[in-house]
Each structure stands twice: as C-alpha cells, then as structure tokens.
C-alpha cells in the first residue's frame, strides 16, 4: 500500500484545537461547517478543514456528492503537504500499475476536484496535474522512479505503511 495511512497523515494535530473545533461545529448545520472548512483552509490548518467538511457530510449524508469533491480537493493538499510523492497525491495504491491504472485515477480525480467550488479546488488540480504530467510520460515516470525508490524519505514511508498494514491485519 503506497497511500499515506490515515494515522500518519494526521498524527501531527492538536486534539485540544481539533476537540473544540468538534463542539463549536455539533451546534451548527452542515452549511456552517462547510463554510468554516473554507475559512480553515484559507488560514492553511488544513487538517481542521478536512475534519469540518467530514462534520457535513455526516450532518447531511444526502449531500455527500456536494461536499465530497472539497474533501478531495483537502485531502490533496494534506498529502502533498506531508510526503513527496506523485502517486500518493493521485491516490495510487500500487506503482507497478500501468498507464490505463494512473489514467483512470487521474481522470477520477481530476474530475472530482475541477467541479469543486472550494478555495482549495485550483490548487489542488495543479497539484494533481503535476503528478499527472510526471507519471503519465514512460520516460519521465521512469527517472521519477528510480528518484523516489532511492530517497530515503520514501524508505521511511513504505516503512511505516507496511508497519501500519501489518497492525491492520493483525487486528482484522
């Protein structure tokens, strides 16, 4: 698994800050959290951001499709924020995959995000379309490849996720 776990992604947050955030955001309706994710986000706490707009989606699950592409959009940020990594801003689970593999998460992805009204949407979509132009070029994929598997940042990575899917196993 390449994706970045979900306990690594956020095991730098404050949960006092992120337990007020909870309370303030239980008064309000799914409106207000989406509104407070943008203000969090352009204050660039994007953690804060992501767990507001999941306060709307569980609020009002009938606009999921509504609120899922700004999820998209933060997620992309906190992962190109917390690891150098082409395929994990695309959501690539497996870098052996082909070409049709990449295309079709990028397409997915891609798609989400430019229907997406968030302050965020912009960003995130250049960040998408970099990692896009870098993995869906054989020849630039290829020397990006053999950059990535040598950093030692990415041994440290693939390190803790195998320690994580071990975890995940071993309590399934």
């Known amino acids: 698994m390449l994706l970045p776990p979900m306990e690594y992604l956020f095991n730098d947050i404050d949960h006092e800050a992120l337990k007020s955030l909870l309370g303030e955001l239980s008064k309000e309706d799914d409106e207000f959290c989406k509104n407070k994710a943008e203000e969090l986000f352009k204050q660039q706490n994007i953690d804060m951001a992501i767990y507001s707009i999941g306060s709307a989606f569980v609020k009002n699950p009938k606009r999921i499709q509504t609120y899922h592409p700004y999820f998209k959009a933060y997620v992309v940020h906190k992962i190109a924020s917390k690891v150098n990594n082409w395929y994990a801003v695309l959501g690539i689970k497996d870098v052996t995959g082909g070409f049709d593999d ?71």
């Open 102 to 172: 990449i295309n079709k998460q990028y397409n997915r992805l891609a798609s989400a995000i430019r229907s997406c009204p968030s302050v965020a949407a912009e960003s995130a979509l250049r960040l998408v379309n970099a990692a896009w132009a870098v993995l869906s070029q054989p020849k630039l994929r290829e020397a990006y490849d053999k950059q990535l598997f040598s950093s030692t940042e990415f041994l440290e990575y693939v390190s803790l996720s195998s320690s994580y899917s071990k975890a995940a196993l071993n309590n399934a």
